[in-house]
């Protein structure tokens, strides 16, 4: 006779048998890989993330620098230099 067919008339015990019966069947079942796939799928999502965030700084970085150096460009326009 299993434990499954055993209840022990204690209703919180009967709970955790039949939790831990269930955890250890999705154990032997391979039924957990799937959480380590979805972990490994949000590390790949904040790398790319992160790089996103980086050629996004890179990228303002060179418009301000440009901006500025049209500004500065404008301030001191005279017809008789060019920038």
Do not use: H, Y
């Amino acid at each position: 006779m299993n434990a499954r067919n055993f209840p022990t008339g204690v209703p919180a015990v009967d709970f955790l048998v039949t939790f831990f019966q269930g955890r250890l069947q999705r154990v032997r079942s391979g039924e957990l890989d799937r959480g380590a796939s979805a972990v490994e799928w949000v590390i790949i999502s904040a790398v790319v993330v992160a790089i996103v965030g980086v050629v996004a700084a890179i990228i303002n970085t060179a418009l301000s620098d440009g901006a500025n150096k049209v500004g500065d460009c404008i301030k001191g326009a005279s017809a008789s230099k060019t920038c």
